[in-house]
């Protein structure tokens, strides 16, 4: 008998052990927080760009500090694409050599001998304004937007002469998608609000390294028409409707460049809020971040821009000194592509020779 209650006192002994191991490593792992990107692989760990995000992030995103809390809802952040996110320094980028790409290349027999010459006459210096959009727009003429997102992402696997071992679709800046993803962790929502057209630029995303941070209602790019197929010519949508099986084209038409003013607007229209941060690299973008920054904006707020400083691994000439004086003049926080970014693409993408050629 005593033998008896001796094991059964071991066994009680051993049970509640158990028990306590289990509740134990339960609580660990319910105390525990979710992995997240810290900014500390691809940043430098010196700076200080890295260490404000940081900061701000932790003090946006803590329940218990009642005056800088913001709410989920209200973590918006917003990024231009190219020169913010992803390579524009060499002298013609993703939509504009895809552009002359398709002209010269591609599909020379679906363009007007006046298309290729303007394809043919980009040269180092040219702008990509609104009536060079127009053309991007004629270009396209008569395509589906399905035709136009397919041979978008074709585009992207061919290789730029810029940068040794880089396909177009390889460009984008690994501390910045780095960040999109800290910020997703850290429960923002994440918009690209690009000067690209709207359908190229949910290619690029969904094909690059924040295509599982971004979802392709939250890109927002500049518009080209397009119809339903077979009413291209008449003058209003109310004149016919969508049916079961029909395609939409693009009509060579042009609606909106998606730059300046411009990105203000586009942001009002679609998300119908103010940002609480917003990223750009260049003049374009200005309006952008000024709106997510205005005084009437009831949160805590933060708005950098990229300058492109970095000749070694980079072609960037921007003078940090002179661009960062004006625009911290601006409210704006820079960030040195040379001194903030500890990597800037994948290893074995490297500058080539030659930045430019014919």
């Known amino acids: 008998m005593k033998i008896y209650k001796k094991l059964q006192k071991s066994f009680i002994m051993r049970f509640i052990l158990v028990i ?46 009642k005056e800088n809390f913001i709410p989920e809802k209200d973590r918006i952040a917003v990024f231009d694409m190219d020169g913010t996110l992803m390579c524009e320094t060499y002298y013609t980028y993703y939509d504009t050599m895809m552009f002359v ?4 290349n591609d599909h020379p027999e679906r363009v007007s001998n006046e298309l290729k010459e303007v394809a043919k006459s980009i ?22 937007v399905s035709e136009l997102y397919d041979y978008a992402v074709e585009f992207g696997k061919k290789k730029t002469n810029s940068f040794n071992n880089m396909r177009y679709i390889d460009n984008f800046y690994l501390p910045m998608a780095e960040l999109v993803k800290y910020l997703y962790d850290n429960k923002f929502t994440i ?17 690059s ?19 339903v197929k077979g009413h291209e010519d008449e003058s209003s949508n ?36 103010r940002p609480v941060l917003a990223f750009g690299n260049s003049g374009s973008d200005t309006s952008m971040l000024n709106y997510t920054i205005d005084d009437r904006n009831k949160y805590d707020t933060k708005a950098y821009m990229v300058i492109a400083d970095d000749s070694v691994r980079e072609w960037g000439t921007q003078d940090f000194d002179e661009k960062s004086k004006d625009y911290i003049e ?28 014919n």
């Not at 820079?334 to 030659?354: H, L, Q, R, V």
Request: glycine share 6%.
């Open 330 to 357: 601006k409210g704006y926080t820079p960030i040195s592509m040379k001194n903030d970014f500890a990597e800037i693409y994948d290893k074995g993408i490297t500058k080539a020779t030659e930045q430019y050629s």
């Open 238 to 273: 109310m004149n016919f409707k969508y049916e079961n099986g029909d395609d939409l084209v693009i009509t060579g038409g042009f609606v909106q460049k998606n730059l300046n003013a411009n990105k203000a607007i586009y942001i009002e229209r679609e998300i119908g809020q």
């Open 191 to 207: 918009y690209v609000i690009s000067g690209t057209e709207r359908t190229i630029t949910r290619a690029i995303v969904a094909n």
């Open 209 to 227: 390294p924040i295509k599982d941070y971004v979802t392709m209602n939250h890109v927002i790019g500049t518009d080209f028409e397009v119809k």
């Open 123 to 144: 040269k180092p210096g040219y702008v990509a304004d609104e009536s060079l959009a127009r053309n991007f727009a004629k270009a396209y003429k008569g395509m589906t």
């Open 101 to 104: 790409e398709f002209c010269l």
């Open 20 to 65: 306590m191991v289990l509740m134990s490593i339960i609580m660990t792992s319910c105390s525990k927080k979710v992995e997240t990107t810290t900014l500390g692989t691809y940043w430098a760990k010196d700076s200080a760009v890295a260490e404000s995000l940081r900061e701000y992030v932790g003090r946006v995103t803590n329940v218990n500090d």
